[in-house]
Every structure is written in C-alpha cells, then in structure tokens.
C-alpha cells in the first residue's frame, strides 16, 4: 500500500458547524502533515506529526485542531470556520521528518459557507 | 527568512515546443523535489533532487541541480497536452526545521 488516503473528498459546512477531516496511510511513515492550499497557491505548512507527537503548529488559528491517535491516522478537527478558510487541505507523510519525500493524498476541497 | 522562487509563473507553449521552468533558492540547500498538481488534486512527486549536479529524466520531463547557484530547472522536451498543470519545485530546509518550502508554482498550458 503506497497511498495516503484522505476521507471526505468533499466537504461543505456552515460558520458553527463541526467537521473532521481524515488521512491514513500504511507505508509505516512516522511523520504525518497537513497542508492547507488555496486556488493557485502552493501549499502552506500547517502542522506536523513525528511518532504521533505535534513537532511543528505553524501559528494556525484553534478553529483546526489536529489529533494522531497512532501512527497510521491524522485527523484535522475544525470548528466555527470562517469562509476565507475554504481551501484544498491536503494531508501528507513521510518516513521520516526531515530530508525524506513528502507523499501526499488527494485532499478534501472544503468549502465553509 | 528562505525565498523559492520560480519563472515563470505562467507558461503557455505550443505542442513540440522545448521549454525550461527555473527555481532560484535563497538558502543552503541539497535537496529539491519537483511536484507536478492537476486543477483540485493532490501534489505528485516527479523529481527527488539529492545532490549538486544531479540531473533526472522521466519521458519529456528532465530535472537537474546546481547548489552552488541554488537553481534547479526542469526542462521539458517536444510539449504535449498531457503535461498541462502546475508545476511546484520545493526546497529542504534540513538546517532549518527540515520543512518543504515551495516556489509559487509554475502554471503550464500546452496547446495543440
């Protein structure tokens, strides 16, 4: 298994809702990130998981809350979005954190209304 | 504070046609990658870059390194249609936290 599968595709939500978004992999990778990327923008680094701890928060505001309850799952927690937080958020991992190939899912395109 | 930037950030090229993407880095850096994005999907890797002077090939798409002028280009040979999307180079800050810092993107339309 070589995929990093994220769940939903696509998801839709109002101001107070509360969604979660999911990524697991099987490849025995120990760092786990999620990316948040806006239409025709590269990607910005959001958080960072090395063996399950949080290792790098890029100041990003505690509506998204990221949880890895073990090695192979990432969930980002979201709460009371804001519409300029619609974007593409993409979830990645890697064998190690540093100096090793990101590979990416195919990313849930939220859209907070 | 590390800069990747690319050039240029919109391409469109006609099908046959040669062209080359440049990535200019602002830090000390040994590792590259290039990741080709289709519209609303994922990042796939195409170029892991490790070291000065390195030059990869994968069908019309060639990547190579230099270090020491902290470019990287990815050329592409005899355009088709397929390989419109947007193309990321990203940076290794392996002394600097080891995040991927990305370029802006480079924006590739080939038409017949």
């Known amino acids: 298994d070589t995929e990093v599968t994220q769940t939903p595709k696509h998801l839709v939500m109002g101001m107070t809702n509360k969604k979660s978004l999911k990524c697991e992999q099987h490849m025995g990778h120990r760092a786990m990130y999620w990316y948040k990327q806006k239409a025709k923008k590269p990607p910005e680094l959001m958080f960072v998981?090395?063996?399950?701890?949080?290792?790098i928060n890029e100041s990003v505001p505690s509506r998204f809350s990221p949880e890895c309850p073990n090695s192979s799952l990432l969930n980002l927690h979201l709460h009371a979005l804001q519409p300029e937080d619609s974007a593409l958020y993409l979830c990645a991992s890697s064998f190690g954190r540093v100096r090793e190939k990101l590979f990416f899912g195919s990313g849930t395109q939220l859209s907070v209304l | 504070e590390l800069k990747v930037e690319q050039n240029p950030l919109f391409l469109s090229m006609q099908e046959g046609k040669n062209y080359t993407i440049y990535c200019n880095y602002s830090?000390?850096?040994?590792?590259l990658y290039w990741y080709r994005q289709d519209p609303g999907k994922s990042l796939e890797s195409l170029f892991v870059?490790?070291?000065?002077?390195a030059v990869k090939q994968e069908g019309r798409l060639m990547a190579s390194l230099d270090t020491k002028a902290r470019l990287s280009t990815l050329h592409i040979t005899a355009a088709v249609h397929d390989l419109s999307a947007t193309y990321f180079c990203a940076v290794d800050t392996y002394n600097q936290g080891g995040k991927l810092i990305f370029g802006q993107g480079t924006e590739l339309s080939v038409k017949p």
């Open positions: 870059l490790l070291s000065n002077g």
């Open positions: 998981y090395s063996y399950e701890k949080l290792s």
């Open positions: 830090t000390t850096s040994d590792r």
